[in-house]
C-alpha cells in the first residue's frame, strides 16, 4: 500500500481504517479473533492531512478491487462490503460478540490493558464506523449489507469459520 501510495509506510499504517489487515486465511484468523474482536492499540490518530486521507483511501480502494477480480480473496474492513457491494461473487459477513467477550479477547489475545480496554474498543467502533461513513456513506452497521452475521462468541471462531466455508462452498465458489 504505501509502494503504491507513494507515502511512507508509518504515514499508510497511520491512516488506514485504524486496524491491522485481518482475516489474511479465513480459518486461521477467526481462530484467533474476528474483525469485531480487534481493537486498534496504537496511538491517537494525528491531525488529518486530507490530500493523504484521499490517497490512501484510493489505494486501499484500488487494492480491494484489483485482489476482488483476480478472484478468490478474504478482505476485511477497509470498507469493502461498501466498495464489493453489488459484486454477485462476493460475500458479505459481519462478525459480532457481546462486549465483555471481545474485552476478554482483546485483553488476552492482543495484551490490551484491562483498564483501558473498553475506551479502545469504543474508539476503534467509533474510527471503523466513521471511516465508512465518510468514505462510503454508509453505516458499517446496517446489517442489511450483509450476506451473513455471524456471533463469534456463540458459535466460536472454527465454527464461525466453518459456517463461511459452507455458505462459499454452496455458492459454487
Known sequence: MARLAGLPKDEVARREERTPGLLERLARTLAVASPEMFIATGEHPLPVDTAEEETVVKTTERVIEEAASEGRVIL??????ALLATRRNALHVYVVASPPFRKKVAVERLGVSPAEVEKLIQETD????EYVKSHYGRDRQDLSQYDLVLNAERLGFEGAADIIAGEVKRRGW
Open 126 to 129: 467509533h474510527q471503523r464506523d
Open 76 to 81: 476485511v474492513g477497509r470498507g469493502a462490503q
